[in-house]
């Protein structure tokens, strides 16, 4: 339920006709995009159909000179949206039906396309009248406020939630504030009127955890070829490899929030997926794109500061992950390889970053090692599914639940194969590297390894592990305790044991 915050009680007396209408409360109008639901109609429309063909943005481009009422219809004539499934504000629903029980007069007034809003009026038949742009008019901000005080020359109540809704608040004679900004809220008070506020969650916090921070932990790759390549104490390599750190975490980051704005209607069908800030609304599509833009050109900036070769992988990961969430994502068993690539794409940077010799075993290893946990990820998606009944193909991938024998056993042979590599590595590769101090120390990654690989796939069979292994690794405290210890082997090979921690004549 909303929280009041009546600033005082309206001064001017409400003009009636007759005791009926005094008796009668005025109609309480509700916005569409923002408010009732946590989304914008007309960009969801925009992505579903640059979703099923990348080239209608040309298209696009023609049908804006026409003007935004225009564009709006074209847009919900050629778009496909399951309304059902886009978020709604509870609490603002729940306020609605209370209001439409005690009598109140609802109303949909949307400045999104009169189709778009048909549509969500099947899933809303609480509304008792829809007035929305039509192709030629526009309904939003001074246009809505004159066309509501038209209708309701007695008064409204109005729900909105931008800046754009402030001239139709100041024609209402009730102001609910859905979800809105600080600034925003600040001038609907200043309206000198009784304000009802539903607050929204926190879109700072919902950026955060949309760009997966925490998915920056798979760009240490890149150190990897640093210590492995000798100059573990060069620091000017350490730069090096610190910028091409950091410029595929901010075009991973972006890769991220664009693939979930693809994978929009996927994820709000996906019995978890659907919580994520995109799919589920607490992160506005308008704020996801301009954090794309920012984290690409940011990225690429940074890559370019590191050098032509580091640029040059960076580009080279970014369209191998635009062509996954395009296009090989839905192709079974490819999907899982291509995200294992990324992986060994990210020591070829770190390859590149710090100019060492290219080693095709150590490539090799980390590219079966994320196939298997991208397995992993497949298998614990597709138990879900089984364990809930989903018959068919699994949303916006290839699978079908029929597939997850195949799954696990081509997880569990990759991440063994992964072991053998980098045994093969050791014994072929790894002690020719004068530079390292002390080679001997990297034998106890096999080890850890085979533990590693046997708790994902022993937690996966029990149904313990979390849609991304990787998401599971940097919370699990076995796994952390394992990373720990592969940490100070990797530090041990690197640059030895301090002198004298050793009995005289023993040696790594």
């Known amino acids: 339920m909303a929280t009041a915050h009546a600033r005082r009680a309206e001064t001017a007396p409400i003009l009636i006709e007759d005791a009926a209408s005094a008796l009668r409360p005025v109609p309480l109008v509700i916005d569409l995009d923002g408010t009732l639901l946590r989304t914008d109609l007309l960009l969801e429309g925009i992505i579903a159909l640059l979703r099923r063909n990348p080239l209608m943005l040309l298209v696009m481009l023609l049908w804006l ?72 008019r526009n309904l939003k901000g001074e246009t809505k406020a004159a066309q509501l005080r038209a209708l309701y020359p007695q008064g409204f109540d109005y729900a909105g939630d931008a800046a754009a809704d402030l001239p139709v608040w100041a024609a209402a004679r009730r102001v609910i504030v859905v979800g809105a900004s600080g600034p925003v809220l600040r001038a609907a008070r200043r309206l000198d009127k009784p304000v ?70 996927h994820d709000r069908a996906h019995w978890s997926k659907r919580e994520r800030p995109l799919a589920s609304g607490r992160l506005p599509i308008a704020t996801g794109l301009a954090a794309i833009v920012l984290g690409l050109a940011g990225g690429l900036a940074v890559a370019a500061w590191a050098g032509a070769a580091v640029l040059t992988g960076v580009i080279a990961y970014l369209a191998l992950t635009l062509t996954y969430s395009a296009w090989l994502k839905r192709v079974p068993m490819l999907d899982a390889l291509t995200l294992g690539s990324l992986f060994s794409l990210r020591i070829a940077v770190g390859v590149a970053a710090v ?52 799954v696990l056993a081509f997880g569990i042979a990759s991440g063994l194969a992964s072991v053998v590599i980098f045994i093969l590595y050791l014994a072929n590769e790894a002690f020719r590297h004068a530079a390292l101090a002390a080679p001997l120390a990297l034998w106890s990654f096999p080890l850890i390894l085979v533990l590693f690989m046997g708790r994902v796939w022993l937690l996966a069979g029990r149904d313990a592990l979390h849609d991304d292994p990787v998401a599971f690794a940097v919370r699990d405290r076995p796994s952390l305790v394992l990373a720990g210890v592969a940490g100070l082997a990797f530090a041990v090979a690197a640059f030895g044991l301090p002198p004298g921690l050793l009995p005289q004549g023993f040696g790594l």
């Open 355 to 406: 100019a060492v010799a290219w080693s095709p075993w150590l490539l090799t290893f980390s590219m079966f090692l994320f196939t298997s946990l991208s397995f992993a990820k497949r298998h614990t998606e597709l138990r879900g599914a089984a364990r809930r009944g989903q018959p068919g193909t699994i949303a916006g991938r290839g699978y079908e639940p029929a597939d997850e024998p195949v």
């Open 196 to 265: 009802d506020e539903f607050p929204a969650a926190s879109r700072p916090r919902a950026l955060l955890k949309a760009l997966r921070l925490h998915q920056w932990a798979k760009n240490a790759l890149v150190f990897v070829p640093l210590v492995l390549g000798g100059r573990a104490g060069d620091a000017q390599a350490w730069g090096s490899a610190g910028l091409a750190f950091l410029a595929l975490g901010l075009v991973a980051s972006a890769s991220y929030l664009l693939n979930d704005l693809l994978d929009l209607s």
């Open 65 to 136: 000179p026409r003007g935004r009422a225009f564009f709006k219809r074209r847009i919900a004539e050629g778009a496909v949206l399951d309304v059902a499934t886009l978020p709604a504000n509870a609490a603002l629903l729940a306020h609605i039906e209370t209001q439409k029980a005690a009598g109140q007069e609802i109303v949909l007034a949307t400045a999104a396309d009169e189709l778009m809003a048909l549509r969500a009026l099947r899933r809303f038949p609480v509304f008792d009248r829809v007035v929305a742009s039509d192709g030629v």
